[in-house]
């Protein structure tokens, strides 16, 4: 969101004549800022994740209200690094579900930010949303899948990065967060947020093609802590 809230300041600075610039602008800024608060609310509530539990506030949300809030988001990351971006919804006939709008914009936000992150300037990343048949009657299910054609990761670096973040504990996570402990690299690569996907999250995957030129890696974990590691496509 602060890089966000930045790009759109640059854009307004370049037209201080252009009234409907500035509007976009500001509208911009005000949605990315209404965004950073509720993050900043959540790292200072860290109790929730020390204890291993988040509380879900399930409300009304429109899923392509989400898409268009995470495009304004990081259309100044996408814009600095001259990427490409696609968004799109496959199969969905239900765009209007009851979830936690904020854990799900921070896990999206956070999966973006590292897609970008990693991704060489002129790169694309591309996010999708899918239905799937629900498995309990009243209650949908969807895919989110986050996709870029940046550097990739290696299976020994899936194991020591992701692993590391999915099977730790919430008290020893936190810690090393609070501690500045990066000698492995977990909290610089990937953060707070990215650990809170596998909090609320049924079903994480990773697909990787390596930057070695390697295997293709697909890595699963289940909300149970259970993961498998095979020979992706």
């Known amino acids: 969101p602060i890089t966000g809230i930045r790009g759109m300041v640059q854009i307004a600075d370049r037209f201080p004549n252009d009234a409907k610039k500035q509007a976009e602008c500001r509208a911009k800024i005000m949605r990315s800022s209404d965004f950073l608060l509720e993050l900043v609310n959540d790292v200072l509530d860290m ?36 990427l490409e971006l696609y968004m799109d919804a496959m199969d969905v006939t239900d765009e209007d579900v009851y979830c936690d709008k904020t854990r799900l914009n921070q896990i999206l936000l956070n999966l973006l930010s590292n897609a ?43 194991e020591k990065y992701i692993c590391s973040i999915a099977l730790s504990g919430a008290l020893d996570f936190v810690a090393k967060y609070e501690n500045g402990d990066n000698s492995n690299g977990i909290i610089g690569h990937f953060g707070l947020g990215f650990y809170s996907s596998f909090m609320v999250s ?17 890595w699963v974990c289940n909300e149970a802590g259970e993961y498998e590691i095979s020979e992706g496509d």
């Open 116 to 158: 970008i992150k990693f991704t060489p300037a002129g790169g694309t990343v591309s996010v999708r949303v899918r239905q799937l048949a629900g498995k309990v009657r009243g209650c949908g299910q969807y895919e989110f899948r986050i996709k870029d054609n940046g550097i990739g990761m290696t299976r020994e670096e899936l």
């Open 202 to 218: 049924d079903t994480v995957e990773v697909n990787t093609l390596s930057y070695t030129g390697g295997p293709a890696v697909h």
């Open 47 to 82: 109790s929730r994740i020390e204890s291993g539990k988040i509380h879900l506030e399930e409300t009304e949300v429109s899923l392509s209200d989400v898409l268009h809030d995470l495009k304004t988001i990081i259309s100044g990351q996408i814009h600095a690094k001259q």
